[in-house]
């Protein structure tokens, strides 16, 4: 930790002790840890293990739970915030759903996308897996998400390392035709932008937080095709979900176009391993 963090941990806290502290994550060179005092207070600090880029996912973070704040109740409380260093609450999690947490979890997503706007995008630019995410306004969904996240995320991957050319020629094929497979108009609603099952957090049978939102207005239906992904809602979800804002008859064809940006994302942030996912996407876009 360097020691503008150190100083401003030290300026936070006065004269309280610091009991232990725990790395809760070490990845995209952002540090997250859970600090505990002597007073059995707990919060969590998060801040770059060594700053490189000009994007600073500290601020885009901070500023999505900003907003966040007014719209549900479930995203952590900011302490203390700076360029440099963000504290917020720690939330107790132990992963114990109740029978009815497709219910509960369906009734909190719809506070958030029940929120619209004239035009897709946001104010300032979000953050996901500490990556950059454009968020400049437009009035064209297939455009922004072209543009914006799927294509976005297709060159920092073939700027890095690029997967197979087989697989390249299917993506850029889909790129150039997308306008054939997804919605044209849509309302734009407000996103958490990270909505996976380890941003979604349960204590005791009780859906206790959503954390590390980075967001936008964009497609519902983008949210939901993450939360298919691997599966963690079902059904029941969906039919609580539609009942307030109705899915797409034909949402389950371009699922997989959905799908497919946030396992490109996997293959550049994490492992890429996904590749193998990419192609079953692929397959199932039938490009």
């Not at 979604?200 to 207005?217: A, R, S």
Request: glycine content about 4%; charged content about 25%; aromatic content about 12%.
């Amino acid at each position: 930790m360097n020691k503008i963090v150190e100083n401003q941990i030290a300026g936070y806290l006065l004269d309280k002790k610091i009991k232990t502290r725990t790395i809760l994550s070490n990845s995209f060179n952002m540090i997250c840890e859970k600090i505990l005092l002597e007073n059995n207070e707990v919060f969590v600090a998060k801040y770059y293990q060594n700053k490189e880029k000009e994007f600073n996912s500290i601020i885009s973070e901070k500023n999505s739970l900003s907003y966040l704040a007014n719209v549900t109740s479930l995203v952590p409380k900011i302490k203390f915030n700076s360029n440099e260093l963000l504290i917020i609450d720690y939330i107790e999690n132990n992963n114990i759903k109740n029978k009815n947490y497709q219910i509960i979890l369906a009734d909190e997503i719809l506070k958030i996308h029940q929120n619209t706007n004239k035009k897709y995008g946001f104010k300032f630019d979000s953050q996901i897996g500490a990556l950059k995410q454009t968020n400049e306004f437009t009035d064209n969904w297939i455009n922004f998400f072209r543009d914006r996240r799927l294509n976005s995320i297709f060159e920092l991957i073939n700027n890095d390392k690029p997967m197979e050319s087989h697989i390249n020629r299917r993506i850029e094929k889909l790129l150039k035709n997308i306008h054939n497979f997804i919605p044209k108009n849509t309302i734009p609603r407000l996103l958490h932008g990270d909505l996976w099952g380890g941003n979604i957090l349960y204590n005791n049978g009780k859906l206790v937080g959503l954390i590390d939102p980075g967001i936008f207005f964009g497609h519902n239906e983008l949210e939901i095709a993450y939360l298919t992904w691997f599966n963690f809602v079902n059904e029941e979800f969906i039919k609580i979900y539609s009942n307030s804002i109705p899915i797409e008859r034909d949402y389950f064809e371009y699922e997989p176009i959905y799908q497919l940006y946030y396992c490109l994302l996997n293959v550049h942030l994490w492992d890429r391993m996904y590749i193998r996912d990419v192609e079953k996407l692929l397959n199932k876009i039938k490009i």
